[in-house]
């Protein structure tokens, strides 16, 4: 196993035992009590009790990050040193908390510790079998996780004295765990959403406010008329004539200078809204290609996602993007 083996099984049988603080650059809680940014846990026996019954923490709640979002999400972290039982990227990572904030950095909320890594997602039989993205773990116990590249080579933060680097995947990992579908799979969802919503079907809205709207955007744009609605609900309550506190206008919630971009006239009127909100979803999901960062787009805008290379760390937009996707799995998408 060797002395960076044995540290680091030490320090995940310590996490089982004690409540680490928050990583205020992360809002994760570093121990096996892990939360999704924006939230607060509390450390105590009911709560582990939770998390070790099922109760933890949700992994892909979107489906729509792939393995090579994953991948790009990582290699971020290239050149940083290694920091036994850090998780602060300005000083440096281990090999687990470069895992886990990758993910993180993607919506997505993993444990802090290698064993438990080892255990999120599904499994994956083989190497041979392996994709991009994909968590491979090493050991019995697990005592180093690292992400795969493909091609025999995957990122990792190894050992005290290296860094964050590209290597080759030096044995047989005893766990491979696929978190996040496959880039195939997503371009098979982006091709789906392309097709009319009369052959995606419609239903699911029945009842929704102005679902005609959201049917009628959504094929004219490729977006899904639920994903819409989902927006809609979030960003006004389906109130044509809301307008927040910085002056954000109408269903959508379109500041004035984008609704103007958009060729959006009037940000009150809800066919006007709506069509504005389908365009714009549209261009962040062709941009991204991923449903979180599209929402984190509409939300801070894509110049954000962008310099921070996933979800900005803005209070905020932590909280919109599951807020969405939870309004859209409640209507059915």
Not at 107 to 132: D, F, T
Request: hydrophobic residues 40%.
């Amino acid at each position: 196993m060797g002395v960076s083996g044995v540290l680091s099984r030490i320090q995940e049988l310590q996490g089982q035992l004690t409540t680490n603080p928050v990583d205020p650059d992360t809002n994760v809680v570093s121990g096996t009590v892990t939360t999704r940014p924006g939230t607060t846990t509390d450390p105590t026996f009911a709560a582990l009790l939770s998390d070790a019954t099922g109760g933890g923490p949700s992994l892909d709640a979107g489906g729509s990050v792939s393995g090579d979002d994953v991948v790009t999400s990582a290699k971020k972290y290239l050149g940083l040193p290694y920091v036994f039982g850090s998780t602060d990227a300005n000083k440096g990572l281990d090999c687990s908390a470069l895992v886990q904030r990758t993910y993180a950095d993607l919506g997505i909320q993993l444990p802090r510790n290698s064993w438990e890594q080892a255990k999120a997602g599904q499994p994956v039989a083989s190497l041979a079998e392996a994709k991009p993205g994909d968590i491979l773990a090493f050991g019995s116990p697990v005592h180093h996780v690292g992400i795969y590249l493909g091609d025999n080579q995957m990122i990792a933060a190894p050992k005290t004295g290296d860094h964050v680097k590209i290597q080759k995947v030096y044995e047989e990992p005893t766990h491979i765990r696929r978190v996040v579908t496959d880039a195939a799979a997503v371009a098979a969802q982006n091709m789906a959403a392309l097709r009319p919503a009369a052959l995606r079907g419609t239903g699911g809205l029945d009842g929704v406010p102005y679902a005609d709207l959201f049917v009628q955007a959504g094929t004219k744009y490729g977006v899904s008329p639920k994903l819409l609605a989902a927006v809609a609900k979030v960003e006004s309550g389906y109130n044509p004539q809301a307008v927040s506190k910085v002056g954000a206008r109408g269903l959508m919630q379109l500041m004035p200078s984008t609704a103007k971009g958009l060729g959006v006239d009037d940000a009150f009127d809800p066919e006007q809204a709506i069509l504005g909100g389908a365009k714009l979803l549209a261009h962040n999901l062709h941009e991204f290609k991923s449903l979180p960062l599209a929402l984190a787009a509409y939300n801070a805008g894509g110049g954000a996602v962008k310099k921070y290379g996933g979800i900005p760390p803005y209070a905020e937009t932590q909280a919109y993007v599951p807020k969405v996707q939870n309004a859209l799995a409640a209507l059915g998408g």
